[in-house]
């Protein structure tokens, strides 16, 4: 909603992860380890990744960041990433969704195998269960989806991600959306944050 809004890309640290893992580049091969077990990927891994992808033409006018920074190193890291591209963040926003809450949305989540499309099995399920509207190809779900690793992430959130929350705070740019409102409800809130940073 935001890309469309704004014209911006979303740079998410888990599509570029996943990505190189699918195409079995050196980096790939060494995330996969950690991102199927639910660990963090190391920061020089993805403090590399995203500054590269940063240099690219579309990130010119603005960018959001999704799933990056996940701990302070990292914010240190992008801090002095994006001074050096004479940039700087103009608002960090936090979604404060229940912790059940969270892993039934993420257990429920469903891949094409063929075209990529997402679903969701309550709250977004295809017509035929376990097939693609799109393509008719088969719907599976990604290890790092499984509940035993969501709650492993959600452990590892706790330790190193939620630090970031009086990081940017004392920054003043954190913003705080309750996360379990109405969808509808978190984008309009999501929208006029965006619209007055």
């Known amino acids: 909603m935001l890309t469309v809004r704004f014209g911006i890309p979303q740079i998410s640290t888990g599509d570029i992860l996943r990505a190189a893992v699918r195409e079995g580049t050196p980096m790939g091969v060494k995330a996969k380890d950690c991102m199927d077990s ?35 190193a990292q914010a240190d890291a992008l801090k002095e990433t994006l001074a050096a591209l004479g940039k700087e963040l103009d608002v960090v926003v936090s979604l404060d969704v229940d912790t059940e809450a969270l892993v039934e949305r993420l257990t429920g989540r ?23 509207d799109a393509c008719d190809g088969e719907l599976f779900q ?22 970031l929350i009086d990081y940017y705070r004392r920054a003043g740019l954190l913003s705080v959306i309750d996360g379990m409102q109405e969808m509808n409800a978190v984008q309009e809130q999501l929208l006029a944050v965006c619209r007055t940073s």
């Open 110 to 132: 469903r891949t094409c195998r063929d075209c990529g499309r997402g679903y969701h099995v309550k709250f977004d399920p295809p017509a035929v269960a376990d097939r693609c």
């Open 38 to 72: 639910g660990a963090l990927v190391g920061d020089e891994i993805v403090v590399g990744i995203v500054r590269e992808r940063l240099l690219k033409d579309d990130c010119r006018p603005g960018f959001i960041l999704d799933g990056f920074p996940r701990n302070v």
């Open 142 to 163: 990604r290890e790092d989806d499984q509940e035993s690793t969501i709650r492993h992430r959600l452990d590892v959130y706790q330790q190193q991600t939620a630090p």
